[in-house]
C-alpha cells in the first residue's frame, strides 16, 4: 500500500509541475506580446504593477491582448493611454456623505 500512495504522490507532483509549467509559459507569451504593443516607459509600469498587485496586472494584460486581438489599437501603447486604461479599471465613484440638520 504505500508504494501505491507513493506512485499517486508522484502523480499529483508531476500534474503540479505540468500545471506550473503551463502557467509560466502563459506568462512568457503575455509578456512578449506586451513587449511589441507597448512602449519602454508603459511596458516597464505594467512590469512594476505585475510586482506590486498581480491580480491588476492580470486583469491590465488580459485587457490590452484583447484590445490587440480586436484590432482596437493603432501603433504601440504609450505611457499615457496606459495609465488611461489603469483609470478605467480602478475608477471607483467617490461615495457622497449628506449632511442632515436638524
Known amino acids: 500500500m504505500p508504494e501505491d500512495y507513493e506512485g499517486q504522490e508522484d502523480r499529483e507532483a508531476k500534474k503540479a509541475l505540468a500545471k506550473m509549467y503551463k502557467e509560466m509559459q502563459r506568462e512568457q507569451q503575455v509578456k512578449s506580446l506586451l513587449r511589441q504593443l507597448l512602449e519602454p516607459d508603459a511596458y516597464e509600469r505594467i512590469m512594476n504593477i505585475s510586482v506590486s498587485n498581480h491580480d491588476?496586472?492580470?486583469?491590465?494584460?488580459?485587457?490590452?491582448?484583447?484590445?490587440?486581438?480586436?484590432?482596437?489599437?493603432?501603433?504601440?501603447?504609450?505611457?499615457?493611454?496606459l495609465v488611461s486604461l489603469l483609470n478605467r479599471l480602478t475608477y471607483k465613484p467617490e461615495p457622497k456623505i449628506e449632511f442632515k440638520h436638524k
Open 56 to 81: 491588476l496586472y492580470m486583469q491590465l494584460s488580459n485587457l490590452i491582448v484583447q484590445l490587440a486581438q480586436s484590432n482596437q489599437v493603432s501603433g504601440k501603447i504609450s505611457d499615457r493611454q
